[in-house]
Nanobody, 122 residues
Framework: VQLQASGGGLVQAGDSLRLSCAAS????????IGWFRQAPGKEREFVAA???????YYADFAKGRFTISRGSARNTVYLQMNSLKPEDTAVYFC?????????????????WGQGTQVTVSS
């Protein structure tokens, strides 16, 4: 599975961004996809995860502001981020887990995209 994350940018606090994760490969449409982020000097942290037909998970900071969804072809996963805050500044990564359900743990994922930078100014 190959993953391509895009959609990051520089925005102001309160703005919105939609990140995209395009997955390709034989099992991409059935894979669980997770979004993670990593700020400078911090560990990678879970944001949201989804698997078609399964449970969707959100980190507490993402609930009510971020929404994970899939395109009609199921191999593109979006992360809609609203009401962005400066503390949301990070590199956002998408990851695929080819077997099993969506997970909050980065160790459960088999493939990672290259990341897209999100910078939120105050």
């Amino acid at each position: 599975v190959q993953l391509q994350a895009s959609g990051g940018g520089l925005v102001q606090a309160g703005d919105s961004l939609r990140l995209s994760c395009a997955a390709s490969g034989r099992t991409s449409s059935n894979s669980a996809i997770g979004w993670f982020r990593q700020a400078p000097g911090k560990e990678r942290e879970f944001v949201a995860a989804d698997k078609w037909g399964g449970t969707t998970y959100y980190a507490d900071f993402a609930k009510g502001r971020f929404t994970i969804s899939r395109g009609s072809a199921r191999n593109t996963v979006y992360l809609q981020m609203n009401s962005l805050k400066p503390e949301d500044t990070a590199v956002y990564f998408c990851a695929a887990r080819t077997t099993g359900w969506a997970s909050r743990s980065p160790d459960e994922y088999d493939y990672w995209g290259q990341g897209t930078q999100v910078t939120v100014s105050s």
